[in-house]
């Protein structure tokens, strides 16, 4: 995943392609009172030491959880 996020050569045209990375991120925006982002590879050993941590990765993968139900029931 590391190399997503290497700079350099073209951009494709066309359509936005669903990335990993990308739903990642839409997910950690979802939550609520949160900073956290995947939008470089800081952020991406960010989540690296998170998930190191056991409890801290559960509560993590639970309030994106929780969070996407809300955005589902919105809908």
Do not use: C
Request: proline content about 3%; overall charge positive.
């Amino acid at each position: 995943m590391s190399g997503y996020f290497v700079t350099g050569g073209s951009k494709f045209k066309g359509r936005p392609l669903t990335t990993l990375p990308v739903v990642l991120n839409r997910d950690l925006s979802r939550i609520i009172n949160s900073n956290l982002q995947l939008k470089s590879s800081h952020d991406l050993e960010h989540l690296r030491s998170i998930a190191q941590q056991r409890d801290e990765w559960t509560k993590l993968t639970a309030r994106i959880r929780e969070a996407a139900r809300a955005s589902q029931s919105e809908h």
